[in-house]
């Protein structure tokens, strides 16, 4: 029998194979071919199984023993021979053509694997699978997550004594601490305080021992008890409408809904996760209008309220012309005959023409494109020409664009006089 190029496990071992220098081989080596076999079997049994096989382990380091049966030369190997985390520790015989064969694998640290060995007599082969977890296999959670005052209940399988160190100043228990062998063992940990005294999460590390030599250090984490904070509650908008952004403080996720039709989502939201934004929509009607904004996190709500005014009433006036506080047209009285022209310069000039006079009103100072919001200084005049003499008055106003439909333009100054000019 070739000798196990990796490792044997004592001198018992190693007589008993040399013993059996012609009935079985463990290949375990680089590039190795096993010799083939004259005979055929008649029982070949591997781990009890008369054909293929598997063996599943945890994380830890550990050897185990496997029972083969056959009566002719067999030989073991790796099917991959980069699973070097088998190791071949020998033969024992225990009776006529059986065998003890030892393994041993090395522990993981890392994510779960499989590596087979082939075992083979004449043209008969025997694969026997081996799977090992990673260390979620012995510590069954990669994090501890921790939320508000709760605990969190971990299991523990291990097949050794263990023990858990906790950092000097650690804002969490562990309970039990150390251990022995076992499935499934409770392990519990619990927030010292009722909650976090900072805006974010609290993160540590604790380490895990085995007596069978794995250690490895595991993260914890507490998040803030979920908040919301809105900073603004209360929102006024005109009545031609316009946008809201809501400023938020939490910690968490959250969801909102709208009480109103009049008020949408903006279709491109702020980078910032916490500022939300919504268009209200202009005011159709002479009366004011509320609308409510909830945002809610599990059994927090925070309620935004907007107040949109009302309507002008003046902006139900179509005709061109200047209006007073009593909704009278003091420009154009009769709103007959009316041309007019919106010059780049800013100029407009309105005509209104009757039978027995002419009356020409001319505006000045209007940018070509205002925006609603826009403030500016308006110049107009009116001429009156009649018998027997003509009359021309001038007046500077500050007028503020507070709307823009139907081709005209809505001009407001201060509350007392309106000016609706065609476009």
């Not at 070739?2 to 375990?28: D, Q, R, V």
């Not at 007596?211 to 914890?220: D, Q, R, T, V």
């Not at 100072?365 to 200084?377: L, R």
Request: net charge negative; glycine share 8%.
């Amino acid at each position: 029998m070739k000798l196990n190029p990796f490792k044997f496990a004592g001198t018992s071992l190693l007589l008993a194979a040399t013993l059996l220098l012609n009935s079985c081989e463990i290949i375990f080596g680089t590039g190795v071919e096993p010799e083939p076999a004259s005979t055929e079997p008649a029982v070949f049994v591997v781990n009890q199984h008369n054909d293929d096989s598997n063996l599943s382990f945890n994380a830890e380091t550990q050897s185990f023993a496997i029972v083969v049966l056959c009566d002719v030369k067999w030989t073991a190997r790796l099917e991959n021979e980069d699973d070097t985390w088998i190791q071949a520790l020998g033969t024992d015989a225990v009776g006529d053509n059986k065998w003890n064969v030892g393994f041993t694998i090395a522990s993981n640290m890392g994510e779960a694997r499989k590596g087979t060995v082939l075992f083979e007599a004449g043209s008969v082969t025997r694969r026997l699978e081996i799977n090992q977890g990673g260390l979620e296999s012995v510590f069954m959670a990669d994090e501890v997550k921790l939320y508000g005052i709760n605990s969190r209940e971990v299991y523990l399988c291990t097949n050794s004594n263990w023990e858990i160190t906790v950092p000097k100043d650690a804002w969490f228990t562990v309970s039990p601490v150390s251990g022995g062998a076992g499935n499934k063992q409770t392990i519990v940990f619990k927030p010292v305080d009722d909650n976090s005294d900072n805006v974010g999460e609290r993160k540590a590390e604790f380490t895990v021992s085995l007596a069978s030599g794995l250690e490895f250090n595991i993260p914890i984490s507490q998040a803030q008890t979920d908040n919301l904070i809105v900073v603004e509650k209360n929102f006024t908008v005109p009545s031609t409408g316009g946008e809201v952004l809501v400023e938020l403080l939490t910690n968490t996720g959250y969801t909102y809904s709208i009480d109103s039709d009049w008020v949408t989502p903006l279709t491109t939201k702020s980078l910032n996760t916490y500022l939300e934004g919504f268009y209200v929509e202009a005011n159709p009607n002479e009366a004011q209008r509320v609308a409510r904004i909830s945002f809610t996190i599990g059994s927090i709500t925070e309620v935004v309220e907007i107040t949109q005014e009302k309507r002008d009433p003046f902006l139900s006036e179509t005709r061109p012309g200047g209006y007073g506080i009593n909704g009278v047209n003091y420009i154009h009285v009769r709103g007959e005959d009316q041309l007019s022209r919106l010059y780049k310069d800013g100029r407009l000039s309105m005509r209104l023409l009757y039978p027995a006079e002419v009356k020409v009103v001319s505006f000045s100072g209007i940018p070509e494109d205002p925006a609603v919001g826009d403030e500016f200084d308006l110049s107009f005049s009116m001429t009156v020409k009649g018998e027997p003499q003509i009359i021309t008055t001038f007046k500077d106003v500050q007028v503020v664009h507070i709307d823009d439909e139907l081709g005209l333009l809505y001009l407001k100054k201060s509350t007392d006089v309106f000016f609706v000019i065609k476009k």
